[in-house]
T-cell receptor, first 110, second 113 residues
Framework: GESVGLHLPTLSVQEGDNSIINCAYS??????FIWYKQESGKGPQFIID?????DKRQGQRVTVLLNKTVKHLSLQIAATQPGDSAVYFC?????????FGTGTSLTVIP | DVKVTQSSRYLVKRTGEKVFLECVQD?????MFWYRQDPGLGLRLIYF???????EKGDIPEGYSVSREKKERFSLILESASTNQTSMYLC????????????FGPGTRLLVL
């Protein structure tokens, strides 16, 4: 199967600072990438997606960057808030099937 | 808003029991998926379905079966539960075609004793 890995399993940031969560993927044929947020006791929630023909996509307070050369994906969260504390997963896919990373736990320090 | 519901949030079963996990989505999605989530292993695909009565094996189908008799409902069946099937089970659905975002249910935490 595919290997989707995260550089850091945990990340702590001060409230108001920006957060960067990284993800490495292994399948150069993957053409679609999604970031999910999972709060304790809940299912993963869609945050933002990006197709392989793009390098950057912005949402509300979040930006996803894709570097296909090194097969790297990152999620940037601006002005991190306590409600951003959660586990964040990246997923890479071709067609309708995805492979998920193990997740990075983000803790926001008030 | 897309809503994916799962029949139980917590379930405790005994080894050898037959277990049914139900998932329902209300957005007329074509695709439905069952994953299990274990610490350090992330989400692993068990089975998926692209249409009614259609199923495809994922990465870890052993010990599981599925049923999709209606478009909105996708059931995961553990024919004879074992302790190594203790896990969080997540159902997801997606519209299909160019819309590939998967929407997840809240999960069912299954404990097999």
């Amino acid at each position: 199967g595919e290997s989707v890995g995260l550089h850091l399993p945990t990340l702590s940031v001060q409230e108001g600072d920006n957060s960067i969560i990284n993800c490495a993927y292994s399948n150069s044929a993957s053409d679609y990438f999604i970031w999910y947020k999972q709060e304790s006791g809940k299912g993963p929630q869609f945050i933002i997606d990006i197709r392989s023909n793009m390098d950057k996509r912005q949402g509300q307070r979040v930006t996803v960057l894709l570097n296909k050369t090194v097969k790297h994906l990152s999620l940037q969260i601006a002005a991190t808030q306590p409600g951003d504390s959660a586990v964040y997963f990246c997923a890479e896919g071709t067609g309708n099937q995805f492979y998920f990373g193990t997740g990075t736990s983000l803790t926001v320090i008030p | 808003d897309v809503k994916v519901t799962q029949s139980s949030r917590y379930l405790v079963k005994r080894t050898g029991e037959k277990v049914f996990l139900e998932c329902v989505q209300d957005m007329d999605h074509e695709n439905m998926f069952w994953y299990r989530q274990d610490p350090g292993l992330g989400l692993r695909l068990i089975y998926f379905s692209y249409d009614v009565k259609m199923k495809e094996k994922g990465d870890i189908p052993e010990g599981y079966s599925v049923s999709r008799e209606k478009k909105e409902r996708f059931s995961l069946i553990l024919e004879s539960a074992s302790t190594n099937q203790t896990s969080m089970y997540l159902c997801a659905s997606s519209f299909g075609g160019s819309s590939r975002i998967q929407y997840f249910g809240p999960g069912t935490r299954l404990l097999v004793l």
